[in-house]
């Protein structure tokens, strides 16, 4: 007999878990499906775009090598519907350039690690990501990656605030990216609340990530104000890291921070 008050909830008879896919229109099913792909694939081709320009990572690097565990996993390596391993792979080409510009531009954001550190670091979570992704959605039984998605989506979002605070600035971000980015991880969870209705975890995860992409927004607009740099202008002047409240961002050597090891004609910081 136990001392303590009796619990308030009970544990559920069928874990929810098991619960599987409800049986979803195809028309409804396109109607949140699509716009999760489109959402995500207009993110990551800004992102390339941007990140060309700024020579800053548009996606956190360590979050990128996350992105390619699970798209490469559940493309290649573990089952996967049909649909869903089409998306992934499609996802997966714009990581895999994604992925190049992290390990070249990467290092910028980390300065107290030399290139080749960051790089060694960079791969190790990749690999863990990897390992990861293969047990969780196996132990989930996730067939479509949703559980596995959702998950990783909450650090994601979070990450790009992290980002935007260490920067002190909007470099390698755009408005357009941040937009691209919300409807896109709107839609998922959508997709996933139609699809698995009776799945509660999702419904705590969805409206975490999407608060925290809705911050994301705020937060980078009232950093572009503060720099001058018009927010909805598709070609915004390059911005300058760590530049000051109120000050310009525009100017010779915009995009390169001053910070040690890293000058207007390095591509990378160095080791």
């Known amino acids: 007999m136990s001392w303590l008050p009796p619990f308030l909830i009970p544990m559920s008879e069928v874990p929810p878990v098991t619960v599987g896919a409800a049986d979803v229109p195809d028309v409804l099913f396109a109607a949140v499906a699509g716009p999760t792909a489109l959402g995500w694939m207009v993110t990551y081709i800004l992102s390339i775009r941007q990140a060309s320009r700024d020579r800053y990572v548009g996606i956190p690097a360590y979050l990128v090598a996350v992105n390619i565990a699970w798209e490469f996993s559940l493309t290649f ?17 714009f990581n895999v350039v994604l992925l190049y510009q992290a390990l070249r531009y990467g290092p910028r954001d980390y300065p107290g690690l030399s290139a080749r550190a960051f790089r060694w670091t960079l791969a190790g979570v990749l690999v863990w990501a990897s390992v990861v992704v293969m047990v969780g959605a196996n132990e989930f039984h996730d067939i479509d990656g949703m559980y596995t998605g959702m998950i990783i989506q909450v650090p994601l979002s979070a990450s790009f605030i992290f980002l935007l605070r260490r920067r002190g600035s909007s470099a390698g971000q755009s408005m357009y990216i941040a937009v691209a980015k919300t ?17 509660h975890l999702l419904q705590v ?11 994301y927004v705020v937060l980078l607009h009232k950093a572009m104000r503060r720099e001058g740099r018009p927010p909805w202008a598709f070609r915004t002047p390059t911005a300058v890291t760590g530049a000051p409240a109120g000050a310009s961002s525009t100017g010779p ?3 390169q921070a001053p910070r040690a090891g890293v000058g207007p004609g390095s591509d990378d910081a160095t080791a």
């Open 183 to 199: 409807v896109g991880s709107l839609f998922a969870g959508l997709t996933a609340f139609v699809v698995y209705p009776s799945h």
């Open 77 to 93: 390596l573990l089952e996967q519907t049909p649909t869903q391993r089409q998306i992934n792979f499609l996802w997966l080409v």
């Open 253 to 255: 050597g915009a995009g």
């Open 205 to 215: 995860l969805v409206p975490t990530y999407v608060a925290l992409d809705l911050a």
